[in-house]
């Protein structure tokens, strides 16, 4: 794999669909084009499962937990809010 | 709105449907429950777009208070949880414009693309093989959750609506105003800024 090889055009309109493909948003044309692209380059395909695991690392990072001290002090000021909702 | 479009109007019952009928039917004491139920979401979604807890804090609250005054307004045409993440993303573009941000950046597509040197032909990078427990720590998730912090604000939402928050493309198309293809668009270049910095930090991991 080169870099003119990612000058190819075929590379470059795989790179700008990766993430349509990865969220399952493309048509079956596209990603049978897309996965018989990927099975004949390399840096395609890395570029590919790099990306997909960026994806699933995102989906798993942690929430923190709220401090408590600012839900304590939520709670007071909701209960000093009105004691019906107006419509505006 | 006319009384024939009142009939065809589609009602989304989700699970906040009934809390916050009740709410509008006078038990305005319920709004506790619904805070309780969104406050850990929202304080997270506020974190990671605001650079501090405080601002983070200032955000939920007036998030909160923007619920209340606009609930009995609420037509049930979307889940709760969308709408009031409509309301965030508002108030935190409120709280933006009033303070002195520079412009957003722009990322190309052409900054991401992979080149000879720092993609390797012959083989796919071990921390996109390895299983996902195996990788991911407390200090990958500070090194995730930081660089989001580095990425444009109109990059950065998208990321976190729809890889973090969950959110359809459709969806978080709706909670900003922007059309699918906006939000396609910001959200490949967002994980391709991340997958940069995550290429980094592994290849400088010893």
Redesign the interface.
Known sequence: ???DC?EHQHC?EM??K???YI?G?LDHATCDEIEKHAKNC??C???M???????????????????RE??K???E???N???????? | MTAEKNQNRKIVKDSDFDLIQAINSGQADKFHDLVKRYEQKLYNFSLRMCRNPSDAEDMVQDTFLNVFKYLKNFRYETKFKNWLYKVAASTCIKKRRKSKFAPDKELSLDEFLPNDEAEKPDNVPEWAMLPLDKLLNEELSGVINKTILELPKKYRVVIVLRDIEGFSTAETAQILNLSPSNVKVRLHRARLYLRDKLKGYFENDP
């Open positions: 794999m080169t870099r990612h470059l790179f700008e990766l993430s349509e969220d948003e390399v840096a395909f890395s570029c499962e790099t990306l997909k695991r960026t994806v699933a690392l995102c989906q798993k990072v942690e929430d923190q937990a709220i401090p600012f839900s002090k939520l709670k000021i909701i209960q809010l009105p004691k019906t909702t107006t419509p505006l």
